[in-house]
């Protein structure tokens, strides 16, 4: 597995922030301890909120920021691929989004289609459980395009991350419904 210890393009770099590897895989319990390391030596002491700078207070979010980032799989991978992207090379920019708003309608149709049925609950379930199932598998995807972060790698990892978000996306709603 390829690691990746210098970012190109000059971002924000939060596994640095955490003394983490620039990579998809990280160690939950190496970022657990960074995360205390800066939460003890930047939190003022309980009641003490006198002490907190407009500063400190925007540097204390973003360790926020950086930990849920890092701790969220599908965040992080978005991370990763924000920070090793060129941000000056995106050809394919106007197909992507013809593309994005096609797997858009689709996902949008099918969940129509099942809340619209005579036994809707069950058509929704049925739909939240191939939702799952596809999001575990570009997860995967994910996962295996990172390992080995090539340019081709990267641009196949951007694809898969849209596509992910258009399926949590119709996760949340059609849960939603089902529970209507």
Same mark, same amino acid.
């Given at each position: 597995?390829?690691?990746?210890?210098?970012?190109?393009?000059?971002?924000?770099?939060?596994?640095?922030?955490?003394?983490?590897?620039?990579?998809?895989?990280?160690?939950?319990?190496?970022?657990?301890?960074?995360?205390?390391?800066?939460?003890?030596?930047?939190?003022?002491?309980?009641?003490?909120?006198? &002490?907190?700078?407009?500063?400190?207070?925007?540097?204390?979010?973003?360790?926020?920021?950086?930990?849920?980032?890092?701790?969220?799989?599908?965040?992080?991978?978005?991370?990763?691929?924000?920070?090793?992207?060129?941000?000056?090379?995106?050809?394919?920019?106007?197909?992507?989004?013809?593309?994005? $708003?096609?797997?858009?309608?689709?996902?949008?149709?099918?969940?129509?289609?099942?809340?619209?049925?005579?036994? #809707?609950?069950?058509?929704?379930?049925?739909?939240?459980?191939?939702? #799952?199932?596809?999001?575990? &598998?570009?997860?995967?995807? $994910?996962?295996?395009?990172?390992?080995?972060?090539?340019?081709?790698?990267?641009?196949?990892?951007?694809?898969?991350?849209?596509?992910?978000?258009?399926?949590?996306?119709?996760?949340?709603?059609?849960?939603?419904?089902?529970?209507?």
């Amino acid at each position: 597995m390829t690691r990746i210890f210098a970012v190109p393009h000059g971002r924000r770099n939060y596994f640095d922030l955490f003394g983490l590897p620039t990579d998809f895989a990280i160690d939950a319990s190496a970022l657990a301890a960074g995360y205390r390391d800066w939460h003890d030596t930047t939190r003022p002491d309980a009641g003490d909120d006198d &002490s907190i700078t407009p500063g400190l207070r925007r540097g204390l979010n973003e360790i926020e920021r950086a930990y849920r980032t890092l701790l969220d799989p599908i965040a992080r991978a978005a991370h990763l691929v924000e920070l090793l992207a060129d941000p000056a090379h995106d050809p394919d920019r106007q197909t992507r989004q013809h593309a994005d $708003l096609i797997t858009e309608l689709e996902l949008r149709e099918c969940r129509v289609e099942a809340s619209n049925r005579p036994d #809707a609950a069950a058509e929704v379930a049925t739909l939240l459980t191939s939702l #799952a199932e596809q999001a575990a &598998s570009l997860e995967k995807k $994910l996962q295996h395009l990172l390992a080995e972060p090539s340019r081709q790698n990267l641009a196949a990892a951007c694809e898969v991350l849209r596509t992910l978000r258009h399926v949590e996306s119709h996760q949340r709603e059609a849960a939603g419904r089902g529970a209507q």
